[in-house]
């Protein structure tokens, strides 16, 4: 049936008018931004032409920061203030970066709250400070090759990311100034680039194989809702491995030592590279390598002899797809489409292996670089409102379960994995001491019994409870997940109707204050821009509710609201025009919230109307015996 | 008018306050709600447009849980009607209680049993008896709806909530014979 539109400011009956949004892949080794323009989704290169900006970030002693391919050369001469897979540490406590091992050079230290910095010459760092830059350096790329701002951006995540992981990307773009309007699982972005989405339902395997990691998603498709059913990879296994068998074979053939020097094995790993990207277009690879005396060695390789050397990597990436569908319970001929991520699915030997492997001819016919990206992209144009009629709609789950604990070290849970997002859930506790004024929380989030087997996300306490008799007072603790995943808890007493709220930061995230604090730092020299910038768009934001709300009022204001409530609103929008006639932001932005709050009802009614009119639209009769 | 907030879960399903309902309705109304009232759907809409969203697409996906899975529903039907389940109390019918305990001791000593699955099969399909035997008659008990027949219903749910406990405790052991 045809649903029923409301008009809201991105649907209303103004001429259409195309916005500006993005979609960003913040990957470990590389990272990428799109955006559709004339209906096309395509990433946007540097001034050089280059699409990948290599996720390294260059800290330099008197301050300036690079970002991409001139960070990454930066790397051997600098290694300590050259930072690179910080997505790794995104998130993660201190106790999980000791866990993740040490053949990363860099210094980390204990900031506030178990969560890591690394020490470099400009000061000490946290994975979110160095990630915004990489998503800073995408802002400009953005903003420059298509001469404004974005309305908002979608930035793509792993699937198997959790609440801090997310809630530190979130952060990472917020220092960056950029607007999420979504973060989205990177193999659900990849099926979206593809149209996998407008199916009615099927089963998804996303194949990402990457420069340094392998990782493989099972999704779902039912009715407009993408489920991951299960991820499974091997985080240090890539198409580096392939490089480095290859260069192997070449040292046993050329008669180079094992012991060869680091300047060498570099330059062996760059011709061996050469040479796997040569033989996917050719039979055969001709090439002379040059030894460290001097002396040149001549070699050639068929597509044959590479399957020797590299057979057994590929098939090592068989095994969590395996694995991940025995998680998912899903046979292996229900897998309907595969869909190939990341630079290693370039080799023909790659998807010859996969195809044989899920019995499919694997989708390639987007840059598996980028259809990440492009996904987000297309996703982002969606959500920004270019494509109103657009009935796709991407219901997404929480991958953990949340949950408390409880006496005895036990978990447990109060919304149950792969729950259907956005999603409210209360329980009620209650003291068990006499005269008991205050209860400890912990929020964890896992599938395992033990709270100790699972990860801490917050703790609190709810202080100011009555003494009572144990048992007597009734504290309601609920969990709200948004629409990212991303969670906040309140805890109240119920029974005297004294109410404590206290909303849960995660731990390893920024506080609001501390995103805060870097934002003013960051433009503390550039104030009078920002005032600039900030009246700019808070007039901008004036326009466009007012804009809306006249047009809501047009359609529905008669029918929806009495004379009263219609000249309180028509008050409310005249203050904001007076408040934008000042130069101060602060004014027009306060009066926009004013605006907002009186309509707030109206916007309630009129959801409701429309949700009244679908209804009635059916034959009540039909509804079942 | 009402608010979502407000309205009950088979008011906001548009579903008539009944134990039977039409699942194959239940999800097309799922997404048709989600359509309508789904974050996605606001994103550049005003903050309190989005809180509302956020609100009632959360109520949306909690109806359609407790609508869809019958002991959840049965709950909500009871406090609907009047006859709220009391967790206090712990009263169940003796025969009933007794054949819980055999087929949990049987469960405890599975391992010990000449084929553990075999016979974890045949516990599971004695569950599945009970649980569609229980299920007919609550709809028989909510089709009825004397105050007898829903403080009986209530002892139905009970009993449901119980054969619940005892097939997911089934699936756990099952699981560590296989691992």
Same mark, same amino acid.
């Given at each position: 049936m045809a649903l029923l539109q409301i008009s809201e400011p991105n649907q209303g009956d103004a001429p259409h008018q195309h916005r500006f949004s993005a979609g960003i892949d913040l990957g470990t080794t590389n990272s990428l931004v799109a955006t559709v323009r004339s209906g096309m989704a395509e990433t946007l290169p540097d001034a050089q032409g280059r699409h990948l900006l290599p996720s390294v970030v260059h800290y330099r002693r008197d301050g300036t920061v690079t970002v991409g391919a001139q960070a990454k050369s930066a790397a051997q001469g600098d290694p300590l203030n050259t930072l690179s897979s910080t997505k790794r540490f995104l998130g993660r406590g201190v106790n999980d970066i000791k866990r993740l091992g040490t053949q990363l050079p860099y210094h980390f230290v204990d900031g506030e709250k178990g969560m890591p910095k690394v020490r470099t010459v400009v000061g000490d760092l946290s994975p979110v400070e160095v990630s915004s830059e990489i998503l800073k350096h995408l802002h400009q790329r953005l903003k420059e090759s298509v001469g404004?701002?974005? $309305?908002?951006?979608?930035?793509?995540?792993?699937?198997?990311?959790?609440?801090? *992981?997310?809630? #530190?990307?979130?952060?990472?773009?917020?220092?960056?100034?950029?607007n999420v309007m979504r973060l989205l699982n990177e193999p659900t972005a990849a099926a979206i680039a593809y149209g996998l989405d407008q199916k009615s339902e099927g089963v998804i395997a996303v194949y990402d194989f990457g420069g340094g990691t392998f990782d493989i998603s099972i999704l779902r498709l039912n009715r407009g809702v993408f489920e991951v059913l299960a991820t499974s990879g091997d985080s240090a296994l890539g198409g580096d491995d392939i490089d480095r068998a290859i260069a192997t074979w070449i040292m046993a053939q050329a008669g180079i030592d094992d012991d060869a020097g680091h300047h060498q094995m570099r330059r062996l790993m760059d011709d061996a590279c050469r040479i796997k990207e040569e033989l996917s277009d050719r039979e055969e690879s001709e090439f002379l390598i040059e030894k460290e005396d001097g002396t040149f060695w001549e070699g050639r390789l068929n597509r044959q002899q590479l399957h020797r050397i590299i057979d057994t990597i590929i098939r090592k990436t068989l095994v969590p797809c395996r694995r991940a569908l025995n998680d998912a319970g899903i046979a292996l001929n229900r897998v309907e489409d595969v869909v190939m991520v990341g630079g290693s699915t370039r080799m023909p030997r790659v998807r010859q292996l996969v195809g044989a492997f899920f019995q499919r001819e694997p989708h390639v016919a987007i840059d598996p670089d980028r259809v990440v990206a492009i996904g987000a992209a297309?996703?982002? @144009?969606?959500?920004? /409102?270019?494509?109103? @009629?657009? @009935?796709?709609?991407?219901?997404?789950?929480?991958?953990?379960?949340? /949950?408390?604990?409880?006496?005895?070290?036990?978990? $447990?849970?109060?919304?149950?994995?792969?729950?259907?997002?956005?999603?409210?859930? #209360? *329980?009620?506790?209650?003291?068990?001491?006499?005269? *008991?004024t205050a209860m400890a929380i912990h929020v964890v989030q896992g599938e395992r019994e033990l709270v100790s087997d699972c990860r801490s996300l917050a703790r609190f306490e709810l202080r100011g409870i009555p003494a009572m008799a144990a048992g007597a007072a009734r504290i309601r603790v609920t969990f709200q997940v948004d629409a990212d995943g991303l969670l906040s808890v309140v805890a109240h007493e119920a029974v005297t109707g004294i109410e404590s709220r206290i909303e849960v930061k995660p731990s390893y995230g920024l506080g609001d204050d501390e995103v805060a604090r870097m934002i003013q730092e960051s433009m503390a020299h550039a104030r009078e821009d920002m005032d600039a910038r900030n009246l700019r768009e808070q007039n901008v934001e004036a326009d466009r509710v007012v804009e809306a709300l006249e047009a809501a009022l047009a359609a529905d204001g008669e029918q929806l609201l009495s004379p009263q409530e219609r000249q309180a609103i028509d008050d409310a929008i005249a203050h904001l025009r007076q408040s934008q006639k000042g130069s101060d932001w602060s004014r027009v932005k306060e009066a926009i919230s004013a605006l907002n709050r009186s309509s707030t009802e109206f916007a309630a009614r009129r959801m409701n109307a429309s949700i009244q009119l679908a209804l009635s639209g059916q034959n009540v009769d039909t509804f079942g015996e | 008018m009402s608010d979502p907030l407000q309205q009950n879960y088979f008011e906001l399903y548009g579903c008539p306050q009944q134990f039977s309902v039409?699942?194959?309705?239940?999800? %097309? +109304?799922?997404? !048709?709600?989600?359509? %309508?009232?789904?974050?996605? +759907?606001?994103?550049?809409?005003? !903050? !309190?447009?989005? +809180?509302?969203?956020? %609100?009632?697409?959360? +109520?949306?996906?909690?109806?359609? %849980?407790t609508l869809k899975q019958p002991l959840l529903r049965a709950s909500y039907l009871l406090t609907l009607l009047g006859y709220p389940l009391d967790a206090a109390d712990t009263a169940m019918d003796g025969d009933f209680l007794l054949q819980q305990m055999e087929l949990r001791e049987r469960l405890e000593n599975i391992a010990a049993e000449a084929d553990p699955l075999q016979a974890l099969d045949e516990i599971r399909l004695r569950l599945q008896q009970d649980e569609e035997a229980l299920f007919q008659r609550l709809e028989q008990r909510f089709a009825e709806g004397s105050a007898h027949s829903l403080r009986q219903a209530g002892e139905d749910v009970k009993q449901m909530k119980f054969l619940q406990r005892l097939r997911e405790e089934v699936n756990e052991r099952e699981e560590q014979l296989l691992g």
């Open positions: 404004g701002e974005p $309305e908002g951006v979608v930035i793509t995540v792993p699937a198997y990311f959790d609440e801090p *992981q997310r809630q #530190a990307t979130k952060d990472a773009a917020l220092l960056a100034g950029l297309m996703q982002a @144009d969606i959500l920004v /409102g270019n494509k109103p @009629d657009s @009935d796709m709609l991407l219901l997404d789950v929480i991958p953990l379960s949340l /949950g408390l604990e409880m006496m005895g070290g036990l978990a $447990e849970k109060i919304i149950p994995r792969n729950t259907t997002i956005p999603v409210a859930r #209360a *329980q009620e506790f209650t003291t068990y001491k006499d005269g *008991q | 039409d699942s194959q309705l239940l999800a %097309q +109304r799922y997404l !048709e709600l989600q359509q %309508q009232y789904h974050p996605d +759907r606001f994103v550049t809409a005003s !903050e !309190e447009q989005k +809180r509302l969203s956020l %609100q009632w697409t959360a +109520r949306v996906n909690d109806a359609f %849980q």
